[in-house]
Structure formats: C-alpha cells, structure tokens
C-alpha cells in the first residue's frame, strides 16, 4: 500500500513516522474489532535496560491502542528460560515478545531461538531469517500464509515506500543504490537483503568495511565508504555510537534519501538539510509492525476455524 507523501513530510523535508505508524494501527484496530478477536501477547522484560523499559512501554501503548491483549512480565536471567518455555505451550498466549539485552551477549541469540516460530512477533527466529534470506514470501504451498519479518527492518521499507525512490510496479527499488551502515543480524543484514530482492543495489557497511549485496542477496565484492556514499540514492543509517564519523553532505549525491534507525544521530545537519527527504526516526512504526505481524500470526496459526 502507498500512502501519499504530502501530509507525512513537513516543509523542511522531515519524514516522520507518527503518521504512517498511526495509519497502520488503524487498519489493524479495523480488522481486530471487525472480527472480534481476541489475541493476547506476553511481553518479557529482564533488564533495567532503559531503551528496554521504553520500547516495552511503547508496546503496550500499541496494543491498548489496536485491542490486543498485552502482558509484561518482569523476570530475571534465571528465570527467562524457564518462562519463555511457558509462553511457547500456553494455546492462551499468540505472541511473545522478549526485550533485549537479556544477557548481553551470545546467549541472547539462544533466547531469541527458543521462542516458536508461530509466536515470534518481531521476526527474529531463524526460521524467519532464513525465509527472509531465500526470498521465500510464505510459509505454505498454497501461499495463503504470508511470512513474518523482522519489525524493524519492515517499517524502514514501509517508510521508503512513502518517497520517490519506490515504484509501485515491478521491484519496487529497482535502480536505487542503497548504503546501509549496520550489518546487525536483526536489523542491517535482513534490511539489505530485503532491499537487493526488491531491486536495490546494496553497500551493506560494518567495523570491517563494506561489501556489495546483489540484487540475488549475494555477498559480493567490498567497497569503500567514499565511492559508495557518492553512488547512492538511499542512505541508511543505524550505528549507536558517538564515535561514528557522521555522514557529510560533502559525501552525497543530489537529491539523496537519508534515513536514520539508531538512537544516535549518524548525519551531520548539513547532510539533512540537503537530502531530498530526511527520516530521522523509526521507532513508532517497529511497533505498528510488530502488531501487524501479531495480526498475521494469529490469523496464520493461532485462529481456529
């Protein structure tokens, strides 16, 4: 679906997410109260991580929002496992969120493996990733169940689709280079192989450098940051650190897309000024996501008959 880009950008070409994250609550909220359905999601929130205490709180303000039942549960590390397990055989229970950093480090990835494919709100299992990477689009023969993705990267698409870059037909970012500076496995990395299936040529940038994503999802050749930032139509941005050399307008082409993911801000002003749109944020459309993936995992598995 295309919303139309005036009312979402205001005259200094900011393009916020409130509006299109609004839009999609409401047809969720449309559907739910339609049909009468009553779907309950269980959140677990272990650390007193405050960007963790914010995003939970941001969930339960969208399901209030939408009518679905939200649950926060507040665990420890001992425990987590042990609940998690609870969550994925409670029939009661159609989505489960866990907040992160639970640990903090690789046992975080075991977490997010345990909870069910059929629960798995935000995307992140990689039983969904591994859909994500193959450009698999459903999760039956008969095509009838669309497949989960992940929340974030998902509301990045949905928000370049509201600028000129997306064409409606065919692959929708056909032509458009793209630079991504984050490689993360539940953001950066499904984002640029979501954006080469749709056509993009994608500079895919972590600590080691850049490489180039085929429009098969391919790994190829690496590329340096300067000769990608000129190349590029779309730049986006998600690197939580202060120390990140920001981006320049000295660095970019006319006309560019700028999009920002990370809590600190990774452009310089000068670089927002002169992008053709700057989005600074994607905060409240993960949300609007990951209740519309909510949604579509109750209808796909969770909805008798």
């Known amino acids: 679906m295309v919303l139309p880009v005036p009312w979402q950008v205001n005259r200094m070409n900011i393009l916020e997410p409130n509006r299109t994250a609004s839009t999609f609550r409401e047809l969720v909220r449309t559907e739910i109260t339609r049909d009468r359905l009553h779907i309950n999601i269980i959140g677990l929130l272990v650390s007193g991580d405050p960007a963790s205490e914010t995003y939970a709180n941001y969930t ?5 929002d939408v009518g679905i039942h939200f649950a926060l549960v507040k665990t420890d590390r001992d425990s987590i496992r ?4 609870e969550a994925n055989e409670d029939a009661s229970v159609h989505g489960i969120f866990v907040y992160y950093p639970v640990f903090g480090d690789e ?3 075991e977490i997010r493996e345990m909870v069910s494919r059929r629960k798995d709100v935000e995307g992140l299992t990689s039983y969904w990733m591994n859909k994500l990477y193959a450009n698999e ?3 039956d023969e008969a095509k009838k169940r669309k497949a989960i993705l992940p929340c974030t990267p998902l509301a990045i698409i949905k928000l370049l689709e509201m600028t000129d870059a997306y064409t ?10 793209i630079t991504i500076f984050n490689r993360s496995e539940v953001v950066g990395k499904p984002l640029a192989y979501m954006l ?8 895919s940038f972590d600590i080691r450098g850049g490489i180039i994503i085929g429009t098969d999802g391919q790994a190829g050749t690496s590329i340096g940051r300067e000769k990608a930032l000129q190349e590029s139509d779309i730049v986006i941005t998600g690197v939580p650190s202060r120390r990140f050399d920001k981006v320049k307008a000295r660095e970019l082409k006319s006309g560019v897309i700028c999009l920002n993911f ?3 801000q990774n452009f310089e002003d000068d670089a927002k000024e002169m992008a053709s749109f700057y989005i600074p944020r994607v905060g409240t459309l993960t949300v609007a996501m990951c209740l519309r993936n909510a949604l579509r995992l109750y209808r796909n598995y969770h909805q008798k008959a």
Do not use: E, N
Request: charged share 30%; aromatic share 12%.
């Open 82 to 85: 042990h609940m998690l397990a």
């Open 60 to 64: 339960k303000a969208g399901c209030d």
């Open 137 to 139: 689009r459903f999760d």
């Open 196 to 203: 080469a299936h749709d056509g993009g040529r994608v500079y």
């Open 107 to 109: 046992r975080d990835r």
């Open 262 to 264: 990370s809590y600190v």
């Open 168 to 177: 409606p037909v065919g692959l929708p970012f056909d032509g458009q280079t």
